[in-house]
């Protein structure tokens, strides 16, 4: 097949109006503990599978471009079918993984001519250290999961019993397949029935098995189309992110925090992995050869945790009724390339899961139909909302906002929303190609604003240092 038919048969993305196609997983139906002996053949194919795809994985991401459709290439005891199923799904993971280091690389290259720039024209502050490009390691599959078609995997809709449906699943025994019961809880069958038809929906052909503390879980899908109801003129809300705040809307509220339990939880796992490090490399120094590892279950934990409570604050900003029939606006947020000076404040940037924020803003305009835009963050944080000058010295610390011309003074992430809700549809700061034009445009609008108010040549306030008197003293 050419590239030229490749690309007919990509599905187009929906226009406005358009419906907006979604695909619904219905998690944790367990399956039932009825025979040992299923279970005990499920569990001796999950390693082998396991095994098999981290393979797959380790190519994709070092040698050779993803491909699911790739010729076998190691020698394994599962069946054909099921070797196909594993290529399919390291190469989901290896894309996936590429593009993540791919935009991680190209704003290091941003960063990197922007510090080469300052360092030409003499604007590099003392602390400023040249940005290092770090590599990424290759992912390492941990947890038995297995993303199932058909092929191998077939769910059968039950009549004559008092389960819901059997799941047949092919083993490492050629032509002893077993057929696993699925009994669903009350939840389950509501979220698989329409509510308009009051019918069960249909269900895709693919499935997902996981395996957590022993236990083997099910989880299927559906796809559905979801209307985008907000009208084009509809008034837009400024999302801004942040750690101290997860979401802080241009209407006023915040939304989440990573501060008080969770940071403190934080702290503890991060001892406790330096405490780990230490032990680690004290055993190194003396020769043993099977070293403990420097995970732990706690910081496991946690990031579900966060992720949790992310999705909580999201779904609070979504459901809030004065945020009904409104579009939404925010920031691109690339927190992969973000580093701090200190390694105390990258950790806690890694811990606080920024980049699922976006995500799940973006899942929850989907689902619920409302329109979410993503537009540029740069300078958002640094800009007045009211004069639009723009300058690092704006933030005095990182709660308060305070313009050196105007005198505006606002909590720092409301001024950053404000700015965001009115960039929907700012063709001028789109069409800057780097952080050098969009600062130029909004230096121009902070003139257009002097000019506008008749206030003439006003220079930024100096801030003076601590400690020093606000009077001279004269000379006596």
Known sequence: MNEKSKQRKKKKRPTAGEP???TRAVTHIRLVEVNPGKLAALDMLAPVFLSLCQQ??????????PNKLRDPLYQTPLSE????????QAAGVARSWRSNRTTAYQQYQEDLSQYQKNLADGQLSAKAKEPQWREWNVPTLREPCLQANVNVVKL???????????LSISTLEKGRPIAMPVKLAPYHKEALTDPKTRQARKLNSSVQLNKRDGVWWLTLSYDEEVQVETALDAPVVGIDVGIANFVT????????????????RHKRDRAKRRRKAKLRACLKKKGVKQLPSTSSRTGQRLIRHVKHEINHAVNQCFAEPEHQGVQFAYEALSVASMRFKARAQNAYLRASNLGHIPQQILWNSQKRGVQATSVISAYCSQECSVCHYTDRKNRPDQRTFHCQVCGLEAHA???????????VGDRQLHACRDRTAIKAVLMKRHEAWKQQQGVGNIRPVKRRKRGKSSTAVSSI
Not at 81 to 88: C, F, G, L, N
Not at 249 to 264: D, E, I, P
């Open 20 to 22: 907006y196609p979604v």
């Open 81 to 88: 079918r099921w070797h196909r199923v594993a290529i399919m």
């Open 413 to 423: 992430d409301y001024n950053a929303s404000v700015n965001l809700s009115r960039r």
């Open 249 to 264: 809307t241009s209407t006023g509220k915040h939304y989440g925090s990573f501060h008080k339990n969770l940071r403190a």
């Open 56 to 65: 797959y994985v380790t190519l994709f991401c070092t040698t050779e471009f």
């Open 156 to 166: 059968e809709e039950c009549r004559d019993s008092t389960y819901d449906y059997w």
